[in-house]
């Protein structure tokens, strides 16, 4: 009974399986009559055939094998892509390139397949396309024209104007009775009493002077006159003499008052107290203006000149402003902070400005000069050189080296190196740098810079736009004869106002390719512009 049993089952599987093959059949007949049965759809396009063997492998490094494998090389067209093979480099050793595929010399790794519309990359450029270029973020702006002009602010602390300062002496030996001032940075005025002293000395000469002129006679002007200067001699000033001859009475007592009105910075007269000729009594600052010295960042010391408008705030003193100007730059930089101190002179016209008080300067805008500018962000700064990214049309980007100028509100003014409307890229400029390194195109940028340049008087022929077509005379540090040939501005400098037929001084480079590249051009000396 179980041997029957088991020979109906396998009786049964194998009437199922061969209706499930049957059915098989009749589903991809049915299938391929479907396919056939719609020719208006377009066939689909065919896959390019992938090698397994080359999985994991990078593209470029997977196309030299199989044009090992096909005995393709340079000057072949690749019947998987249809593109013109142009050579094959080593992407870490820039500017060598080889025949025919293999193993690069230099690295371990295969060499990589340059193809036709390529060219401009290894011309200079590099290309990205569109969907990287959305996955890194990147963001490109104009090179505008513009007045750069950067606002600039220090601060510093309030310090006496040592330009207006007197210093009260005595004239004559004496003694000091009286002090009218007693402490020093009493405030005076301006003919204000400081000291009363009582000179000996002059009670001689006084009273030969005022006897001589009681006499009466004919002959006794000149002993008046001598009475008078041996007075002066005494140490009396003019005012005195002029006391004793109105009131007729010895006038012992000095009273010395304050030359300007200020602050006693020094007092060194104390009552009782022998005075000599000559000796300092007291010393006075003025307080009409004062000095505030500013610690200036020594990167912005050079936009500023004697003369220049400032304006100063205080803690001390909510919304009072200050105007003053620049005084001087003192020639002496910190080393701790690299600042230059500039020394300003502050209008304190109710005296609330005074020394050691806190003050934050801002130094009016100059008048700056039209030039091009760039965001700061797009600068890439090398160490040797600035360069930035040039946004070109087609996905294609190339460095520029730059002349870089002054810094302001987050652009940067732009003296050489570019051109109006050009675009340079903001974010992601790092990559596509890091990519025109492996590619050489920044060693190529560093020797054109690099590359000596050359001298000579020329005529203008012709001029169409950055192209000036010159007759130059032998040039013997290129071994050239005297001719007439076409030449280009450099990028960013600006077109000279020169006419067809005007005599100029030019320096120029050669470049490889191309016209010669003008870097400097100037009317010739003697000639008319």
Do not use: C
Request: aromatic residues 4%; without cysteine.
């Amino acid at each position: 009974m179980k041997l029957k049993h088991i020979l109906i089952g396998l009786a049964a599987a194998g009437m199922l399986g061969a209706a499930g093959v049957a059915l098989y059949r009749v589903g991809m007949a049915r299938g391929m009559g479907m396919v056939a049965g719609t020719p208006a759809q377009a066939p689909a396009a065919t896959a390019a055939p992938v090698d397994p063997s080359t999985w994991g492998i990078p593209e470029g490094e997977a196309a030299t094998r199989r044009h090992i494998d096909t005995g393709l090389a340079a000057g072949m067209d690749d019947p998987l892509t249809g593109r013109k093979i142009l050579y094959y480099h080593d992407p870490m050793v820039p500017g060598k390139k080889f025949e025919a595929p293999g193993k690069s010399p230099f690295m371990d790794m295969m060499l990589v397949p340059a193809y036709a519309g390529s060219e401009g990359a290894d011309a200079g450029t590099v290309t990205v396309s569109p969907r990287i270029q959305q996955n890194i973020g990147l963001r490109a702006a104009e090179v505008t024209e513009g007045a750069a002009s950067p606002a600039i602010s220090a601060v510093g602390a309030i310090a006496w104007n040592e330009r207006d300062q007197a210093i009260v002496q005595a004239r004559a030996m004496g003694y000091v009775e009286k002090l009218h001032v007693r402490a020093t940075l009493d405030r005076v005025t301006r003919g204000q009493p400081l000291v009363d002293i009582h000179v000996p000395d002059w009670v001689a000469a006084q009273e030969e002077f005022l006897s001589v002129r009681r006499m009466r006679g004919t002959g006794l002007d000149s002993l008046v006159d001598a009475a008078r200067a041996r007075m002066r001699q005494a140490g009396m000033d003019a005012a005195h003499i002029r006391l004793v001859e109105a009131s007729g009475k010895v006038q012992a007592r000095l009273t010395i008052r304050a030359p300007i009105a200020g602050a006693v910075t020094e007092l060194m007269a104390r009552e009782g107290m022998t005075v000599m000729p000559g000796m300092t009594l007291a010393r006075i600052n003025g307080l009409e203006t004062v000095w505030a010295h500013a610690e200036v960042p020594e990167s912005q010391a050079a936009q500023l000149a004697p003369g220049a408008p400032v304006s100063a705030t205080t803690p001390a003193l909510p919304g009072e402003t200050f105007a003053g100007r620049v005084q001087a730059l003192l020639p002496e930089v910190n080393p701790a902070t690299r600042t230059v101190k500039a020394r300003l002179a502050l209008a304190n016209p109710r005296g609330q400005l005074v020394p050691g008080m806190f003050v934050r300067m801002s130094f009016a805008e100059q008048m700056a000069r039209k030039s091009l500018l760039v965001p700061t962000e797009a600068i890439i700064h090398t160490g040797r050189r600035a360069l930035v990214m040039l946004a070109e049309a087609d996905g294609a980007f190339r460095p520029a080296e730059v002349l870089t100028g002054v810094e302001a509100g987050g652009r940067t003014e732009i003296r050489q190196g570019l051109q109006a409307g050009q675009r340079v890229v903001l974010s992601g400029q790092f990559l596509i740098d890091s990519e025109a390194s492996l590619k050489g195109i920044e060693a190529r940028l560093g020797e054109t810079a690099a590359a000596d340049t050359h001298r000579t008087g020329a005529r203008i022929e012709a001029i169409d736009g950055d192209l000036l077509t010159l007759s130059h005379p032998a040039i013997e540090s290129l071994g050239w004869p005297a001719m007439t040939m076409d030449f280009k501005l450099a990028p960013g400098l600006a077109q000279p106002a020169l006419a067809a037929g005007a005599a100029v001084d030019i320096e120029f480079r050669m470049q490889e390719g191309d016209a010669p590249q003008i870097v400097a051009i100037r009317a010739a000396k003697g000639a008319a512009q």
